[in-house]
């Protein structure tokens, strides 16, 4: 998969702890830098592609990103 996409991440120059939080607070404070994110739909088909489970990504928290995968197979299975 194409990396060209991470050079234009509004998160690199940011604390990468920032995007691996360990509350919803964090999580949200996250989010924020990724709704202004012009590579935000790569971040987060890198992550589901790479089934990462951690961190925000595309925008996405963990859980919500599982809940897009599982969205997924229910659409390939039906
Ligand atoms: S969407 Fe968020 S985590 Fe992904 S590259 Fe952009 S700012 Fe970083």
Known sequence: ???DWMRY???RDRSPAQFFPSDG???EVAKRTCVEC???MECLEYAL???IDHGVWGGCSERERRR???RRRTLTAT
């Open 9 to 11: 991440a509004a998160c």
């Open 25 to 27: 607070v964090g999580v």
């Open 68 to 70: 897009i995968l599982r």
């Open 38 to 40: 012009c590579v935000r």
């Open 1 to 3: 998969m194409d990396h």
């Open 49 to 51: 592609i790479h089934r």
